[in-house]
């Protein structure tokens, strides 16, 4: 079984993790890159249907760093400019399709978006980033396809790597403190003189870096690297004392995650899909109890 697939299988285990519920609803986004030279890859877990897809690599895209989805669906992605995570940041449509047509563009920004982003999150019309360096950003569609950075501030501590809204309009996020991902919320009013600021919640995760983060019927899920950075855990955080408690492994290193809007596109064979995946699943569930046994 290669790492893709149980990439997949993973988020198939996020829902049975949950403990069954059928409020679930929704699409969760995942993107990976095994190394800084290689393309990024894209998959997704439908709740709805149980159906997971594999959408492959994107041809030409790499160091896409995150995700986010609007309400109407759309999939938007932020990334570095290189390797070294200089120059200004780019802003991507991207539009899925089976058998590795995954497609892209890059949507022109109008203001400075500088520095390492690597966390975003879509609410209420506006797209929202965080960066390594402390930058925060609200950017908006000020024409179709071409957007603006509407306000910028300064966070209290360098973005790990994801932001999530929950249901009430919270801005959640993990940041790095020290040598530990933290998870804190962020003041994205952009009439506060406090914009862009993060407060802790709790204390340490228990992971260097939180790289993905995503809600799930209300649940705060995330993908935590490992020391090694050759794969990650799936994570839910407590957002009361910010803990991170693994609920299984992820193969592959996730570098971003999104939830919400559901997807407007058609998923291909998502009966078969569903079926590979609950097959990948008792595979998953015999290698996990090696690992314990071991």
């Known amino acids: ?61 790499s160091l896409l760093t995150d995700l986010a989805v609007d309400n109407g669906g759309t999939l938007y992605g932020v990334g570095f ?3 070294s995570g200089s120059g200004a940041s780019k802003l991507y449509s ?15 920004v109008s203001g400075n978006l500088s520095g ?29 396809g071409t957007w603006t950075v509407a306000k910028q501030g300064r966070m ?17 996020a993990v940041v790095r403190a ?8 962020i003041d994205f009013d952009t009439g506060s003189r406090h914009f862009g ?6 204390g340490k995760t228990g992971y260097r870096d939180v790289y993905g983060i995503a809600f799930d019927d209300g649940v705060l899920y995330g993908a935590a690297t490992t020391s090694n950075f050759a794969d990650s855990d799936l ?14 492994g992820l193969d592959v290193p996730v570098w971003g995650m999104a939830s919400g809007g559901g997807s407007s596109r058609a998923v291909p064979e998502p009966a078969t899909v569903a079926l590979l995946s609950m097959g990948m699943l008792g595979l998953m569930i015999r290698r996990l109890r090696r690992r314990v046994s071991a």
């Open 1 to 61: 079984m290669n790492k893709t697939s149980l990439t997949l299988l993973s988020l198939a285990v996020l829902v049975v993790l949950v403990g069954g519920q059928s409020a679930l609803a929704g699409t969760i986004w995942g993107c990976t890159q095994s190394d800084w030279r290689s393309d990024s890859h894209l998959y997704c877990y439908d709740t709805t249907t149980s159906a997971g897809t594999d959408y492959g690599t994107i041809q030409g895209l």
């Open 81 to 83: 400019r290189n390797s």
């Open 94 to 108: 991207i539009v899925p399709g089976g058998g590795g047509s995954t497609i892209f563009s890059e949507l022109p």
């Open 116 to 144: 390492t982003v690597n966390g975003m999150a879509w609410y209420d019309g506006a797209l929202y980033l965080s960066a390594n360096d402390r930058k925060f950003y609200k950017l908006v569609e000020e024409t179709s």
């Open 156 to 172: 209290s501590h360098a973005s790990s790597g994801d932001l999530a809204f929950s249901a009430d309009g919270t801005l959640y």
């Open 178 to 185: 020290g040598n530990n991902a933290k998870l804190a919320t």
């Open 197 to 202: 600021k993060d407060k802790l919640v709790g």
């Open 235 to 248: 994570v839910t955080l407590d957002l009361t004392t910010g803990r991170a408690c693994k609920q299984g």
